[in-house]
């Protein structure tokens, strides 16, 4: 029971770590990094890419989270 | 003693550490400094048992994962903290938490040890001390004078140490909100550096990218400070008449 408890508060310490309040901005830096990578394999040296991806994401999120609550 | 070799190492491996002291500093101010020595002092045990098992062979070591992982983990926790910065001073201010004045932070554990603030120093200590081991073995090699490339490694370490320890009065004196803010956008811009470098990217003035990327973080914290108010009261958001007091996202 306390491995299981302990592998379990792991994953949760990792999940937290990297997804934390809003898995959005992840997912995008995720997809920015694969972007990157292919642009990369096709000749194109795209470090402007995940700069303004990660910005643009945090703004979005920060829009959603600051947005006045339904009732 | 080989002096070129020592004032080569101390200004190549100088850069490196400077990256690692100012995580472990960030970390420290803004989350624990119990946890942010503790992880670096991991780090540098990890570092090394990693130099006495592989001795010459580290410059061997592939990096460029390494600094694909470390850098995208980092990114998305200093992108969560500079999230987190905005919102927070956008509903309390500047100002709060200047000198002693505790701050409620529902993610910076009270009771418990910090093991996010530690893994956090410890990434950032062991990937740039790796780098440290390499740019030693490979001048040291290079010049058959390895003595004298530890010598400049371990100044550069001894020096910018202190100089960061000196930093941490300065550090305590700014509010505790402007600090989380700026060391989220300080992660971002660290994050970004190495996990493109990590894909074999090469940036624009190398490590001088690390310059324009933390101002661009923190210059997009700043603006994103001032669209928030806006934000809050745009009534085509609100989703009608129930719209009102209050934010959907979280803000401890």
Redesign the interface.
Known sequence: MIVVRWVRAFVE?WVD??????WT??AA??AA?LV??GL?RAGI???WL??IV??A???V??????????? | MNGAVVVTTFLAAGIEVIEMVAIVVAVGGTRSWRAALLGAAGGLGVLAVLVLVFGTALQYVPLAPIRLVVGALLLVFGLQWLRKGVLRVAAQGWAVGQGDEQVDDADVPADRFDWTGFVLSFKGVSLEGLEVAVIVVAFGGAADALGSAVVGAVAAVVVLAALGAVTYRWVARIPRRALQLFVGAMLSAFGTFWSVEGLGVRWPGDELSLLWLIALYALAGVGLLQLVPGWRKDPAMAGGPGGGAGMSGEVR
């Open positions: 310490f770590f990297i997804v934390g309040d809003d901005v992840a830096v995720a990094l990157t990578w990369h040296d795209a470090w995940l700069p990660a910005v994401a945090t703004a999120s920060i829009r959603r989270a600051a947005r006045p609550s339904r009732r």
